[in-house]
Each structure stands twice: as structure tokens, then as C-alpha cells.
């Protein structure tokens, strides 16, 4: 039986197919997860317009399901894949990530974000999910080498680090710009080279750390 959220969101995917999205794996994921979870209880009936991002606090946002939905495409997610994820804001791209990879290692530098976004994860039962507090300019090292990266906060440049972390073969998807608007970017790292394709304008809050923005 759908239920009111399940009616929300099989329109979200019938909106995002007709604006030309046809990536059918994202879709299905989008699918699963509850999206009006990881939002502030006021904007829950709005969490599955496409085009909408809305602020999580801390000054930081949820970014918008079309978004969310073009960032993971780009990054071409296997089953097989271990993903790293910089910035994990309300834990729903996470969560995203998590239901077509084997495992997401995420990372968020405020630690009330990361705190409510483990909550969150964890009520949901997705247990392929680990969550850290830290500056992620420099990746998680640890974990590496990753199948893909997915970076949702906009950097000054490509962070070194993260693309030492990325797998023969791997994927980034990372904004890249001034503090207020950037362009996607997808790397793809074959043998020694990156391969780099330009996506478009985005709007992200800033990746802020050594290899970022300052405070
Ligand atoms: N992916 C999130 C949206 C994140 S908004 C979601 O699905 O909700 C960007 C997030 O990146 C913010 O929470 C911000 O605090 C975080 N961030 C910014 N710079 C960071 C850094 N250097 N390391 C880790 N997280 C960072």
C-alpha cells in the first residue's frame, strides 16, 4: 500500500523522468529512502519537491533532490563500491549511497550534524554507513582507496588528497568554484590520468578546512 510518502515520492521520480533524468538505479534508490526524515519537521511536506534545497542548521543545507540525483549518477555507483562521501550533512545523500554501494564512509565537520545524521541512519536500520567527525579536505585515508567520492560542499580546487584516495578506475564528483557558485565537475582516474568532464553550474555551501575555504 502507498502511503502519503510513497505517494510523494513516486511523483518525485515521475518529475525527475520528465525533466530527462533516466539514470533507473538512482531512481530506485531515491525511491527507498524516506527523504521527509531528514528534514526539519516544518518543511516535511516539501521534501520531495525536486528543486529544493533546505537548511539543516549549523548554516547548512540539504541539498536539492535534483542535485542529489545528478551527483550520483555521475559517480556511476556498483554494488561493489566503497564510497566516500565529504560533508554528510543531514545523512540523506548518505543514505542515498548506501542503497546501491557496499559500504559509505561519510564525513561532516560539525559535530551536531553528524550526531543527528547517525540518529537518523541508524532508526532507518542502514548499517553500511560510517560516519566521522572531521576536516574532510583530506579524505579518510584509513578506508581508501574508494570507488567513488562525492564531495557536496564547493571547493576553491580539487583537494590532492581526495584524489589519492580514489581507485584505477574511480570517480569524483566534486563543485568546484568561487564560495558561492561553482561547476560539477567528474574526475576519473584511469591508470595515472584523471579525466575531467565539466557538468554545469551548482550552488554549494563551501567546503571548509585546510584544503578548503577558511572559516
Ligand atoms: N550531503 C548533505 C548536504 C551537505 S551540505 C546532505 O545530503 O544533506 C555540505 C556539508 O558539508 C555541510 O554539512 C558542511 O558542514 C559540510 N562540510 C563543509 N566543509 C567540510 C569539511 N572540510 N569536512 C567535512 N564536512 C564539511
Not at 513516486?10 to 529512502?33: I, K, N, P
Amino acid at each position: 500500500m502507498a502511503d502519503g510518502w510513497e505517494y510523494r515520492r513516486q511523483r518525485m521520480v515521475v518529475q525527475l523522468r520528465e525533466s530527462g533524468f533516466s539514470d533507473e538505479a538512482v531512481l530506485e534508490a531515491l525511491l527507498r529512502v524516506p527523504r521527509h526524515l531528514f528534514v526539519p519537521e516544518g518543511y516535511r511536506t516539501r521534501a520531495y519537491e525536486t528543486d529544493l534545497s533546505i537548511n539543516i542548521g549549523q548554516g547548512q543545507t540539504i541539498s536539492q533532490i535534483r542535485v542529489v540525483a545528478m551527483m550520483t549518477s555521475a559517480a556511476q555507483i556498483g554494488a561493489e563500491d566503497r564510497v566516500l562521501e565529504i560533508g554528510t550533512g543531514s545523512g540523506y545523500q548518505a543514505a542515498v549511497l548506501a542503497g546501491m554501494a557496499r559500504f559509505v564512509f561519510t564525513v561532516e565537520r560539525h559535530p551536531s550534524l553528524a550526531r543527528t545524521a547517525q540518529a537518523r541512519l541508524s532508526s532507518l536500520g542502514c548499517q553500511n554507513v560510517s560516519i566521522k567527525v572531521m576536516d574532510g579536505t583530506m579524505g579518510w585515508p584509513a578506508q581508501g582507496p574508494y570507488g567513488a567520492i562525492i564531495v557536496t560542499a564547493g571547493a576553491p580546487e580539487i583537494p590532492s588528497m581526495l584524489l589519492e584516495q580514489l581507485d584505477d578506475g574511480g570517480r569524483m564528483v566534486i563543485p568546484v568554484g568561487d564560495r558561492s557558485k561553482q561547476s560539477l565537475r567528474v574526475i576519473r582516474k584511469s591508470g595515472k590520468r584523471y579525466l575531467e568532464e565539466n557538468l554545469g553550474p551548482a550552488h554549494f555551501v563551501p567546503l571548509v578546512g585546510r584544503f578548503g575555504w577558511k572559516e
